[in-house]
């Protein structure tokens, strides 16, 4: 099971980090994932639960993939 990289931070809203090492065998139900905020420095202990395993990883979009929906947008409201 394969655990987010990054969350976002409930304070304050910035990117959280993992700060975990993976275990060996992989990560399973009841273990513990360690992350630090980079805006309040908070550190969030969770647990990983059965709605982690069904559940893919969140994606989040790049910045190129943001610009060119950017760009999309603008070409089309410029049609109008």
Do not use: F
Not at 34 to 59: F, H, I, K
């Amino acid at each position: 099971m394969e655990v987010p990289k990054t969350i976002v931070c409930v304070d304050c809203g910035e990117t959280a980090h993992l700060i975990s090492y993976p275990p060996e065998e992989g990560w399973a139900i009841g273990d513990y994932v360690a992350y630090r905020c980079r805006g309040c420095n908070d550190r969030w202990d969770l647990v990983v639960s059965e709605e982690d395993q069904d559940s893919p990883a969140p994606t989040h979009p790049t910045i190129a993939e943001e610009a060119r929906a950017i760009l999309a947008a603008r070409r089309e409201n410029s049609s109008d």
